[in-house]
C-alpha cells in the first residue's frame, strides 16, 4: 500500500544552519507530493507541494524535489530561523480520496 | 476569512459520557474530513465525506460517528468515549479529496 516514511526528530538546530528533514515514500502510480507545516497550537498548514516527477516545491525559503527514481521528497532550507520551528509532515495523495501523512518532523531552532 | 473552525479547542470528559466536536468551513469545500493525533503515530484519518450525504470510513473509525448534512458543517461524534479516544483532533477540508487540506486548529480531548 502506500506509505510514507519521514526521519524521527527532533531535529535541533543553531539559527541560519542548513535543515534538511528526509522523506521517501511508497506508492502506485505518480502521486502528488506535500509538505505540511503544524505550529505550536495550531493545525497543519500547506507549505509546499510538487505533483510529477522533478518538480520543485518552493515556499517561504523551503524547497523540495519530487524525486522518482529515489522515491524521496526531502525538505530543506538554507539558512533556519526561529519562527520555523515546527513539526513538519510529509504527505502523498495517489490521487484518491486520502492523503496519506509521515508521522511528523519536529524541528527546533535555537539563537 | 476563508476557514475551518473547530470547537471546543479543549475537552475533559468522562468514559460514556455522549460528546460531539463541532467541525465548519465556510469556503464552500466539497471534501471534509477527521483526523486524530497521537505521538509517534502521525496523523490518521478517521472519516471522510466527498460531499453532502456521503460518508465513509478512514482507517481508525472505530467508536466515532459523522454526519454532513449540510456542505459547511461535518461534526464528530462519540457516543460513548473511552481513554483511548484521548488524542488531539483535526477537523480538514478541501475542494477535492486529494486537493491541499486545510486544517482546524485542533481540539484536545482528554477522556479519563
Same mark, same amino acid.
Given at each position: ?8 526528530? #527532533? ?11 528526509? %522523506?521517501?515514500?511508497? !506508492?502506485?502510480?505518480? #502521486? ?7 505550529? #505550536? ?7 509546499? +507541494?510538487?505533483?510529477? !516527477?522533478?518538480? +520543485?516545491?518552493?515556499? +517561504? ?6 524525486? +522518482? ?20 509532515? %510529509? !504527505?502523498?495523495? !495517489? ?15 535555537? #539563537? | ?27 464552500? /469545500? $466539497? ?7 497521537? *505521538? ?8 471522510? =465525506? ?10 481508525? *473509525? $472505530?467508536?466515532?460517528?459523522? =454526519?454532513?448534512? $449540510? ?8 457516543? =460513548? *468515549? ?11 477540508? =478541501? ?6 487540506? /486545510? ?10
Amino acid at each position: 500500500g502506500n506509505s510514507v516514511t519521514q526521519m524521527e526528530g #527532533p531535529v535541533t538546530l543553531s539559527e541560519e544552519a542548513f535543515l534538511t528533514i528526509n %522523506c521517501t515514500y511508497t !506508492a502506485t502510480g505518480y #502521486p502528488s507530493l506535500f509538505w505540511y507545516v503544524q505550529y #505550536p497550537g495550531e493545525g497543519l498548514q500547506l507549505l509546499l +507541494k510538487a505533483t510529477k !516527477a522533478d518538480d +520543485k516545491g518552493s515556499n +517561504k525559503g523551503f524547497e523540495a524535489t519530487y524525486r +522518482k527514481e529515489t522515491t524521496s521528497f526531502h525538505l530543506e532550507k538554507g539558512s533556519v530561523q526561529v519562527s520555523d520551528s515546527a513539526v513538519y509532515f %510529509c !504527505a502523498l495523495s !495517489a490521487h484518491t480520496d486520502k492523503l496519506i501523512f509521515g508521522t511528523g518532523t519536529r524541528l527546533q531552532v535555537f #539563537p | 476569512e476563508a476557514q475551518v473552525t473547530q470547537n471546543p479547542r479543549y475537552l475533559i470528559t468522562v468514559t460514556g459520557k455522549k460528546l460531539t466536536v463541532t467541525c465548519s468551513q465556510n469556503m464552500n /469545500h $466539497e471534501y471534509m474530513s477527521w483526523y486524530r493525533q497521537d *505521538p509517534g503515530l502521525g496523523l490518521r484519518q478517521i472519516y471522510y =465525506s466527498m460531499n453532502v450525504e456521503v460518508t465513509d470510513k478512514g482507517d481508525v *473509525p $472505530e467508536g466515532y460517528k459523522v =454526519s454532513r448534512k $449540510e456542505k459547511r458543517n461535518f461534526p464528530l461524534i462519540l457516543e =460513548s *468515549p473511552s481513554p483511548n479516544q484521548t488524542s488531539l483532533y483535526f477537523c480538514a477540508s =478541501s475542494l477535492q479529496g486529494y486537493s491541499p487540506l /486545510h486544517f482546524g486548529n485542533g481540539t484536545r480531548l482528554t477522556v479519563t
